[in-house]
C-alpha cells in the first residue's frame, strides 16, 4: 500500500492530460511552422520582411517560460526540447533546406531554450499570489526578461562568431547587429504578450486536473 500511495502521490498524468498536452504542444509546433507553410499556399513570406509578425512571433519561448513554471524539472526540459526539435525538424521537411533548421547556432539556440526554461522555473519561485491570474502576471514577466536575455545573447552570439561576414567585429558592428534584430525582439516580445496568458491557462487547467485525480486517488487507497 506504501508504494501505491507513493505513485499516486507522484501525480502521473493520466491519457487523457497527456493528450491535452500533446495538443498543446502541436498547436506551438505548428504556429512555428507557419512561415514556412503559408508558402506552399501562395502566401509568400519573404526573410528579410522583418516587420512581419510571423518571424519570432512563436510560441516556443512562451511555452518554454510556462513549462518551466508549471512542470516538474524532467517534463519542463522535455516539453519544450521536444517542440523545438520537432518544429526544427518540420521547417528541414518543408523547406528542404536542413541549414534553415540546423545550423551552426543551433547548439547555442538549445541552450538558450533551456536557460529560458529556468527562468521560468525560477520566476514561479518567487510567484507573490495564488490563482491563475497572478501565474499569468508572473509568467509574463518572466517571459519578458527570457525574451530580452535570449535577444542579447543570441544577437551578441551571432556577431562574435560571424567572422565579420555580416556584421564587423567592431562595437559598431555589434550596434548594428542589435539594432537590426529589435522587429524581431519586438515580434517575440508581442508573441509573450500574447502565447504566456493562453498557455499559463491551457497548462494549468491540465496540472490541476491532475492534481485533483491524484488527490482523490490518493484518498480512496488511505480509505481502502
Not at 502521490?9 to 511552422?33: D, E, P, T, Y
Not at 521536444?82 to 528542404?96: E, K, M, Y
Request: aromatic share 16%; charged share 10%.
Amino acid at each position: 500500500m506504501n508504494q501505491n500511495s507513493q505513485q499516486l502521490q507522484q501525480g502521473r498524468f493520466s491519457g487523457k492530460q497527456i493528450l491535452a498536452v500533446g495538443l498543446v504542444v502541436f498547436f506551438v509546433i505548428l504556429a512555428k511552422l507557419m512561415p514556412y507553410l503559408l508558402p506552399k499556399f501562395g502566401w509568400e513570406i519573404p526573410v528579410d520582411q522583418s516587420w512581419s509578425y510571423f518571424w519570432n512571433f512563436s510560441p516556443m519561448l512562451p511555452l518554454a517560460i510556462v513549462a518551466g513554471a508549471m512542470f516538474s524539472r524532467r517534463w519542463a526540459v522535455l516539453i519544450p526540447a521536444f517542440a523545438w526539435l520537432a518544429g526544427d525538424l518540420g521547417i528541414w521537411a518543408i523547406t528542404g533546406h536542413r541549414d534553415w533548421a540546423f545550423y551552426p547556432m543551433t547548439p547555442f539556440i538549445y541552450l538558450l531554450m533551456l536557460m529560458t526554461v529556468y527562468i521560468g522555473a525560477a520566476g514561479a519561485r518567487w510567484k507573490s499570489g495564488r490563482g491563475q491570474l497572478a501565474s499569468v502576471g508572473q509568467n509574463l514577466l518572466s517571459g519578458f526578461v527570457g525574451a530580452t536575455l535570449f535577444y542579447l545573447i543570441s544577437n551578441f552570439l551571432i556577431w562574435a562568431f560571424g567572422n565579420g561576414v555580416m556584421y564587423p567585429l567592431t562595437l559598431g558592428g555589434l550596434l548594428e547587429c542589435y539594432t537590426l534584430a529589435i522587429p524581431f525582439y519586438r515580434n517575440s516580445l508581442v508573441g509573450m504578450v500574447i502565447y504566456v496568458p493562453v498557455l499559463t491557462v491551457l497548462i494549468s487547467e491540465i496540472v490541476s486536473a491532475k492534481q485533483t485525480a491524484s488527490a482523490k486517488q490518493y484518498e480512496a487507497v488511505q480509505k481502502a
